[in-house]
């Protein structure tokens, strides 16, 4: 399985919104409303963000949400803070019962 | 609150068997799947396998070979044999939940361990 395809990073000024992208195949992200989004800091475990393509855990900023289209999910942080600035990684669901991860999105706030 | 903790040696020689250990915490409820997930120095995640508490487990096709993921509900333990280590295979090493069943989606994660594989 090869791993999801995300731009290595992104950058955005503090309150404007930033998308990261999350492309995958028809056997994972476009076969399945299994995506989550995680954040990432230096030497942290990752937080899980958003799962089934849009929902948010209890205690998730409404500011992080979730789309998807066709073999393409998206993650937007919409009022850009500067407690944003971290690592993302996109997640999916397999046709193989299997998990594959994005080679990750570094966020820079400017 | 469910917590895991991994635990193993910090340090594996090549050619030799990488051996880790996770420990729950929090919630006696073993109906779950559980995963390895790796990231080296730098990089990003790979995830590793899973096994349900029935024993039933899922590989990454690249490690498969090599990977070998078992369970013991008794002690709320899990735990990953990594066989033919080479330098590739130095990373954190994390130990995770997925949410439960007919739930698609990794909730809980330990804090991860460094093994460094070196002579």
């Known amino acids: 399985q090869s791993a999801l395809t995300q731009p290595a990073s992104v950058s955005g000024s503090p309150g404007q919104s930033i998308t990261i992208s999350c492309t995958g195949t028809?056997?994972?992200?476009?076969?399945?409303?299994?995506v989550s989004w995680f954040q990432q800091y230096p030497g942290k475990a990752p937080k899980l963000m958003i799962y089934?393509?849009?929902d948010r855990p209890s205690g998730v900023s409404n500011r992080f949400s979730g789309s998807k289209s066709g073999n393409t999910a998206s993650l937007t942080i919409s009022g850009l803070q500067a407690e944003d600035e971290a690592d993302y990684y996109c997640?999916?669901?397999?046709?193989?019962?299997?998990?594959?991860f994005g080679g990750g999105t570094k966020l820079t706030v400017l | 609150q469910v917590q895991l903790q991994e635990s193993g040696p910090g340090l594996v020689k090549p050619s030799e068997t990488l051996s880790l250990s996770c420990t729950v915490s929090g919630d006696s409820n073993s109906d779950y799947y559980w995963s390895w997930i790796r990231q080296p120095p730098g990089k990003g995640l790979e995830w590793i396998g899973n096994i349900y508490h029935s024993g039933s487990t899922n590989y990454n096709p690249s490690l498969k070979s090599r990977v070998t993921i078992s369970v013991d509900t008794s002690k709320n333990q899990f735990s990953l044999k990594l066989s033919s280590v080479t330098a590739a295979d130095t990373a954190v090493y994390y130990c995770a939940r997925e949410a439960g069943y007919d739930e698609y989606y990794i909730q809980y994660w330990g804090r991860g361990t460094l093994v460094t594989v070196s002579s």
């Open positions: 028809s056997s994972d992200v476009g076969g399945y409303d299994y």
């Open positions: 997640n999916s669901y397999t046709s193989s019962s299997t998990w594959v």
């Open positions: 089934d393509v849009t």
